[in-house]
């Protein structure tokens, strides 16, 4: 398979080339050039962004021939276009998979775990290992030793070698394609790794800056192991920070009482919560003696600020003193929104749902002398009170 020019010199940004051929899909147009410095998606790195001839690069990948083929925007054509690729998603994804490189190499050589799978995704990468999710000595350990050889300033380099050398070689590979032919890529981290490998990389593992490793997570079969590379680690860092300037000011303490503050509010706020839940209770019964005290054959009563908690309290006490009545309690915007419930006598409430759904919006279930639930309109309270009086 023909080598595209990103996979000759990964730092590359632009080249002027002809369009081959330029269709249009549902889309967009796809475009076939006669070289491109656009990495096609593949192995786990996904494909780079840019423009050709001014047009959006959507996405790259190769069809089912080999043949690189550019998603873009707008049609292009002609015989010197200029191709620029997205230098800082270029950048990034070059610092991510040599990373990986880095980190499954290491994996195996020092702890013994063969790494099964990489990702590389907008937010965080993540290699898989073939084994239980790592502990903390060990990631510790692992951390410290690829960022000693980040230190190191190792080389990385790229070249092509027949298939008979191939064969010679002490390469890290999960094995060629079944319809694989020509000479074979590889990718060495000098005196650490040499593995199959077409994406893009940076040419020294300095230029990765720092690997932070960010946890695991156990998957079946092992664990995948999450991390950050280059720029990453900084942007990531600069959020902490933004981060703990804002709960700084928020909490009016100093970043090392962080935890301390929040545990506090926890527990001042679970404390609040128990109060409420006993007053809305005591409300909830107080309004419900009240209620049954009521002469009628429907009562009703509406809060603004309650909730369903409010309600189910009023209920079961008219459900106690009154339970051959109807009630109708809601709360909620009275001109908007809100939740309903509707207790009494089961042939009581069959017969005035049908009515509260169509004037109130509303929908909801029940059994055992209980209908509730979100109605659209509260608006429509007064004339269903009216239409069941």
């Known amino acids: 398979m023909k080598l595209v020019e990103?996979?000759?010199?990964?730092?590359?940004?632009?080249?002027?080339?002809?369009?081959?051929?330029?269709?249009?899909?549902?889309?967009?147009?796809?475009?076939?050039?006669?070289?491109?410095?656009?990495?096609?998606e593949g192995g786990g790195q996904p494909s780079d962004h840019g423009t050709i001839g001014g047009a959006l690069v959507l996405d790259v990948?190769?069809?089912?021939?080999?043949?690189?083929?550019?998603?873009?925007?707008?049609?292009?054509?002609?015989?010197?276009?200029?191709?620029?690729?997205?230098?800082?998603?270029?950048?990034?994804?070059?610092?991510?998979?040599?990373?990986?490189?880095?980190?499954?190499?290491?994996?195996?050589?020092?702890?013994?775990?063969?790494?099964?799978?990489?990702?590389?995704?907008?937010?965080?990468?993540?290699?898989?290992?073939?084994?239980?999710?790592?502990?903390?000595?060990?990631?510790?350990?692992?951390?410290?030793?690829?960022?000693?050889?980040?230190?190191?300033q190792i080389a990385v380099r790229h070249r092509l070698v027949e298939i008979s050398e191939f064969e010679t070689l002490n390469v890290r590979t999960r094995g060629l394609p079944a319809d694989h032919s020509g000479r074979v890529r590889l990718v060495e981290i000098e005196g650490i790794d040499l593995n199959t490998c077409g994406g893009t990389h940076v040419s020294s593992t300095s230029?990765?800056?720092?690997?932070?490793?960010?946890?695991?997570?156990?998957?079946?079969?092992?664990?995948?192991?999450?991390?950050?590379?280059?720029?990453?680690?900084?942007?990531?860092?600069?959020?902490?920070?933004?981060?703990?300037?804002?709960?700084?000011?928020?909490?009016?303490?100093g970043a090392g009482e962080h935890t301390r503050a929040v545990e506090r509010l926890l527990t001042d706020g679970y404390q609040a919560l128990k109060s409420k839940k006993l007053l809305l209770r005591e409300m909830g019964q107080l309004i419900g003696h009240q209620l049954a005290a009521e002469e009628g054959q429907l009562l009703s009563y509406h809060s603004s600020e309650g909730d369903l908690a409010l309600l189910s309290q009023v209920a079961a006490v008219l459900s106690q003193k009154r339970p051959e009545l109807l009630a109708l309690l809601t709360c909620g915007d009275p001109n908007g929104e809100g939740l309903f419930l509707l207790v009494g006598p089961q042939e009581g409430i069959d017969g005035a749902k049908q009515k509260l759904c169509e004037l109130m919006d509303a929908r909801g279930g029940g059994a055992g002398g209980r209908f509730q639930g979100k109605a659209g309109k509260l608006g429509g309270r007064s004339a269903l009170i009216e239409s069941l009086s």
């Open 6 to 40: 990103c996979q000759k010199d990964a730092y590359q940004r632009e080249l002027t080339t002809a369009v081959l051929d330029c269709a249009e899909t549902e889309r967009g147009w796809d475009v076939q050039l006669a070289e491109t410095i656009l990495y096609p």
């Open 61 to 152: 990948k190769r069809n089912t021939s080999g043949q690189v083929i550019h998603l873009v925007d707008a049609p292009v054509a002609g015989e010197k276009v200029v191709v620029q690729v997205d230098w800082s998603r270029r950048y990034d994804h070059m610092q991510q998979h040599t990373a990986q490189h880095l980190l499954t190499a290491i994996a195996q050589d020092r702890f013994g775990h063969e790494t099964t799978a990489f990702h590389l995704s907008t937010e965080r990468c993540d290699i898989e290992l073939d084994t239980e999710a790592l502990s903390p000595d060990v990631m510790n350990e692992l951390e410290n030793a690829v960022n000693s050889a980040i230190r190191d």
């Open 207 to 253: 230029e990765l800056q720092m690997i932070k490793l960010l946890g695991t997570e156990n998957i079946r079969g092992g664990s995948r192991l999450f991390y950050w590379s280059g720029g990453r680690v900084l942007g990531g860092l600069s959020g902490a920070l933004e981060r703990e300037r804002n709960l700084t000011q928020a909490l009016s303490v």
